[in-house]
């Protein structure tokens, strides 16, 4: 009797529901007839998964408010693995989202499932002391930052360099080349409720001095969802901010990789986005804010000089980084107003993307031309052959 692959995506945050959409894609391509079942949301649903958790809202950040999740996400992972016990799935695909993912991979692992981890936590930022454990639970690794591989060396996890998955997913935009609205600076504040919390304030208000500064500018504000938009209308009510900056802010939801592609400049919350900017050639400022016990662990606990994946790559300062109490207006504006055309800043920040540019693909010529996708559907589909 014919066997169908199953294969399970789990993907816990928005990004990562991108990623599994894409794979969900190339595995169809390769084995047209496997069975695609997960955790994800819209678009992990749209490209053929069969979603039995949806993951919309489970992307959440900080020591505390993982605390008080921690009822929620035990019940969950019972759940996923009495599913897989029952369903036995030829192999699980995990898709970041470590601190649920480890755990689960060591369950799976302990059912015989194997295991392929898409998108290695960054544990050379911090909490090394995970990687013997998950080189214990996962059959393979994908990498896509080239000197993640390395940081594996010697543990016995078989860890491979696939190429950054944004080169492939913005490569519609990166082959545009439209010209930017020079006077048009786009503000990225985050997809997740409590980042939208913290960084908003500060954000809207930055923009607001600026224009105080240059009237010539105006502002897009594309938002990640919809249920987003009632959140930031309430917010911006409770600003008192100046109408004439008001008039000047253009607040949209779902288009933000068109707006990064036609803005001059940004302000962009740290993470994924500023990898995104990266590739579509959009210089940024980075800001985060986190709660003061989150903040205060992860100083003891995070080591790297920078926090942006462009200024890890390239080992220097790309984008300014400016975090918890120095994520101020006074600090925000002279430095987004330097990568104006003319600014002092614009030039060098420009040729640090293309460095990182240049490594995300890794030296392999593939530039988001293919390859990256269909590199990692193969990778996964290996490990199910796998007798």
Not at 297 to 326: C, D, G, W
Not at 331 to 355: C, F, I, S
Request: net charge neutral; with cysteine; aromatic share 8%.
């Amino acid at each position: 009797m014919f066997h169908r692959n199953k294969i399970w995506i789990i993907a816990g945050e928005a990004s990562g529901d991108a990623y599994g959409a894409d794979l969900a894609r190339q595995l169809r391509i390769q084995e047209p007839e496997v069975i695609l079942q997960g955790m994800g949301s819209a678009l992990m649903r749209q490209a053929g998964v069969e979603i039995f958790t949806d993951s919309t809202e489970l992307g959440v950040v900080g020591f505390w408010e993982v605390l008080q999740s921690i009822p929620f996400f035990y019940r969950l992972l019972k759940e996923t693995v009495e599913r897989a016990k029952q369903e036995r799935p030829d192999a699980v695909v995990l898709i970041d989202y470590p601190g649920y993912n480890l755990r689960l991979a060591q369950r799976l692992h302990g059912l015989g499932i194997r295991v392929v981890w898409y998108i290695s936590p960054q544990v050379w930022a911090w909490k090394k002391g995970r990687i013997p454990k998950l080189a214990a639970c996962v059959d393979r690794m994908l990498c896509i930052f080239p000197f993640e591989p390395a940081v594996y060396a010697g543990s016995g996890l078989d860890a491979r360099f696939v190429g950054h998955p944004l080169l492939e997913q913005l490569a519609p935009w990166r082959q545009r080349h439209c010209p930017r609205d020079e006077k048009q600076v786009v503000l990225l504040p985050g997809s997740r409720t409590s980042e939208i919390q913290r960084l908003l304030p500060v954000f809207l208000q930055t923009a607001a001095q600026m224009h105080a500064q240059r009237p010539d500018l105006h502002f897009s504000m594309p938002l990640a969802r919809q249920s987003s938009l009632t959140q930031v209308q309430a917010m911006i009510e409770g600003l008192n901010l100046p109408a004439d900056f008001l008039a000047a802010l253009d607040i949209t939801v779902g288009d933000a990789r068109d707006k990064m592609a036609n803005s001059i400049a940004g302000l962009a919350a740290s993470g994924t986005v500023t990898v995104e900017a990266t590739l579509l050639g959009l210089p940024v400022v980075v800001a985060y804010r986190l709660n003061w016990l989150t903040w205060q662990i992860a100083s003891l606990m995070i080591k790297l000089p920078h926090v942006s994946i462009t200024n890890i790559v390239t080992n220097r300062v790309v984008f300014e980084e400016f975090l918890q109490y120095r994520a101020t207006p006074e600090n925000l504006v002279p430095a987004t107003l330097a990568l104006l055309p003319g600014g002092k800043r614009r030039q060098e920040v420009l040729e640090g993307m293309h460095d990182c540019e240049i490594a995300l693909q890794g030296g392999e010529g593939r530039g988001g031309q293919g390859g990256i996708g269909e590199e990692v559907a193969r990778q996964v589909l290996e490990i199910v052959s796998v007798t």
